[in-house]
């Protein structure tokens, strides 16, 4: 693949991932990592996509404040960011086919577990958002994998589907700056990354505009569960990579 083929293709990956995101409130690694993994390293495009997921959190947040229940994922929030400067770590000293091969099992575990609708009984509150917290932070700092786990355990909360985006979109703004943070403290922020951000940025605005629009008028239920199948799919094909069996 030539270099503009390579960068109109990243162009529709960030696109499709924005969209799914603004809709969703998750899901923009799902879709992107696996895929711009395939021909950019993982040290570079996991800050890629932390930059961008923070962005489209904001245009989340920002129209659906009110629906924000600070006082009920305060916790979620605070072991994330404890969490994610280790995760960062992680990315630095661990060998890349190794994060690719946890990264793929993790996203294909995650998608069938919400593909099958499986719900989480949640005994005791706090522990369960700690934990899922302080997962949330390791996953999104070492392969920008935050919303799956928050995803799963908000959905047992019985929020609105507009609470829902908000609370997680401003999870993922809290979680995405400390990574930020922690990508520029380990060098991981080069001109090659600020350039590659500037050449797709339309296409997140664009996703993110698209999926802002779509959501009070798309069945969402059928929407994501064709996503998720393709989530599974390219989660398999990731963890394939990883191990060195396909390309």
């Not at 030539?2 to 969209?19: D, K, P, R, T, V």
């Not at 935050?146 to 829902?164: C, D, E, R, T, W």
Request: charged content about 10%; hydrophobic content about 60%; overall charge positive.
């Amino acid at each position: 693949m030539n270099e503009f083929g390579m960068l109109a293709f990243a162009m529709l990956i960030i696109l499709a991932a924005s969209f799914i995101q603004s809709l969703t409130s998750f899901g923009f690694a799902l879709i992107a990592l696996p895929l711009l993994s395939l021909f950019l390293p993982l040290h570079q495009a996991v800050p890629i996509i932390v930059i961008f997921s923070l962005f489209v959190c904001l245009l989340v947040v920002i129209p659906n404040r009110r629906d924000i229940n600070v006082k009920q994922i305060w916790l979620l929030i605070a072991a994330g960011m404890v969490a994610a400067p280790f995760g960062t770590y992680l990315l630095i000293a661990v060998e890349a086919y190794v994060l690719k091969t946890i990264t793929g099992l993790l996203i294909s575990l995650f998608a069938a577990l919400m593909l099958l609708g499986r719900s989480l009984p949640i005994r005791k509150e706090r522990t369960a958002f700690l934990t899922a917290g302080l997962l949330s932070g390791l996953l999104n700092g070492s392969i920008s994998v935050s919303g799956p786990p928050l995803a799963l355990i908000l959905s047992n909360q019985g929020m609105s589907k507009q609470a829902f985006r908000a609370n997680l979109a401003l999870n993922g703004v809290v979680l995405n700056l400390v990574s930020i943070v922690s990508f520029a403290a380990g060098g991981l922020l080069d001109r090659e990354t600020g350039n590659f951000l500037l050449w797709t940025i339309p296409a997140m605005l664009v996703g993110a505009w698209l999926g802002a629009r779509a959501v009070h008028r798309f069945d969402e239920r059928l929407f994501k569960k064709v996503s998720l199948w393709l989530i599974l799919v390219s989660g398999i094909w990731t963890t394939l990579s990883g191990l060195g069996w396909v390309g």
